[in-house]
């Protein structure tokens, strides 16, 4: 049976993202995925990498791509399969834009790699927000969503209470808790990974 995926038209990481969650569902052994740029078709082939997949073949036509995959693993073993990805770590977020450069793009870049986050196999076991990165957290947020969920998911979300504070912000806060420099501290020094976001 083959499957087919059309992933044009889709931002960055939704391709990745949809390609990953048809693949887990599984049943089929033949699989096309249609790409509309080079970047998502790299990510995506990278996706299948990771997920130990030969690609067939990629076919271009008119700026358009389409991998073509003979499933031969099997995707029921999840574990086999996994995308590597985080796994316990505590993330320290202290801009509310992702990179340096464009500050939009920056923006836009955080809500990509919160709405990501919520979708790894493995999460975090916490956030850490401070200075800008505190703005993600209150009413507004493009990426307030992508932080609730994975609250939900049990997330630990701590927020720097003076940066609340210092940007006149402390009553927009909608999640998280409420945080001090000493636990902050504590969990920089103590927790086993710390990576920067």
């Known amino acids: 049976m083959k499957n087919i995926i059309d992933v044009r038209k889709l931002d960055c990481p939704k391709p990745v993202i949809n390609t990953k969650k048809a693949l887990e569902a599984g049943g089929f052994d033949k699989l096309e995925i249609l790409v509309d740029n080079i970047a998502a078709r790299d990510n995506v082939s990278s996706l299948l990498h990771k997920m130990n997949l030969d690609i067939a073949r990629v076919v271009e036509a ?3 791509f389409t991998i073509y995959v ?23 977020i202290g801009s509310d834009a992702l990179g340096h450069g464009s500050v939009e793009l920056g923006k836009k870049l955080m809500k990509a790699f919160t709405f990501t986050l919520n979708e790894l196999d ?3 076991e916490r956030l850490l927000f401070m200075n800008g990165g505190v703005k993600l957290c ?4 493009d990426s307030l969503n992508n932080i609730r969920k994975l609250a939900e998911r049990g997330v630990d979300i701590l927020v720097c209470g003076t940066c609340l504070d210092y940007f006149g912000i402390m009553d927009k806060l909608q ?16 927790d086993e990974k710390v990576v920067k976001v």
Do not use: Q, R, W
Request: glycine share 12%.
């Open 175 to 190: 999640i998280g808790k409420i945080s001090n420099m000493y636990d902050i501290a504590g969990h920089l020094i103590d």
């Open 62 to 64: 008119k700026g358009e």
């Open 138 to 141: 209150i009413t507004g947020s």
């Open 70 to 92: 003979d499933v031969v693993n099997s995707l029921s073993e999840k574990e086999n399969n996994k995308i590597e990805s985080l796994g316990g770590e505590t993330l320290f």
């Open 122 to 124: 493995n999460l975090p």
